[in-house]
């Protein structure tokens, strides 16, 4: 079960959102006077698809998976990694979740409420554009998901996936995946069977090596073009 603690020192935080340097320092005392620090277990929803929003979420440590729930399967649109705000879509439009966001690992989200953010968004332009900003990243990266799901066959959609984890999320050409087999498909938009079939493909070819959810990239200029040709 998630615990939590009130915020103390928002302006001091290592984790704090840069949108806060845009704000007069009686209004982050008023954000951090309604924040709750909330530590989420690995496999804990943080929000869930079809409730209220009624608090703003900050992500300031570790790293959640954001999907919709579907009848027989669920597409994981993004993953998000610490120090950045989660579900910003809704929280400024419909006030309804239109999907689950789920901790990949202990994280600390911070939960502020949300008609604070809404007002302070009205009077401050310059904070209102930092969380537009925000946004604006998120929602270009799916339209951009959906195109390829749309137009990218199997192989090229895998490819373009372990990119984005190389290259994006661990920065790393060796990395550490935080999903399983099945969320990695889900991730993908394929079947398990598919992005199992693929992965061995990869490997036997020597673009990746595996060893369980160890990730080397040895040829990422070869699943570049994988992806490029779709």
Known sequence: ???????????????????????????????????????????????????????????????????IEGKNKN?????????????????????????????LEDVQVCMINANIILDLAKKNAEYLFELTKTLSDSTNFVYKKIFDINQKQLRGRLADVLLYFSEEIYKNSIFELKLNRRELAEFSAMSMENAVRILAEYRKDGIIELDGRKFTIKQPDILRKIGELG
């Open 75 to 103: 597409l994981i649109l993004k993953i998000i990694n610490e120090r950045k705000y989660i579900g910003l879509q809704s929280l400024f439009g419909g006030g309804i979740y239109n999907y689950t966001v789920t901790a």
């Open 1 to 67: 079960m998630a615990k939590f603690v009130k915020a103390k020192n928002c302006s001091a935080c290592p984790y704090r959102s840069y949108s806060l340097s845009k704000l007069k320092e009686k209004d982050v005392d008023l954000i951090q006077n309604s924040c709750l620090i909330v530590m989420f277990k690995r496999g804990e929803n943080i929000c869930k698809q079809g409730t209220e929003v009624t608090h703003a979420l900050y992500l300031a440590k570790g790293s959640v998976k954001l999907y």
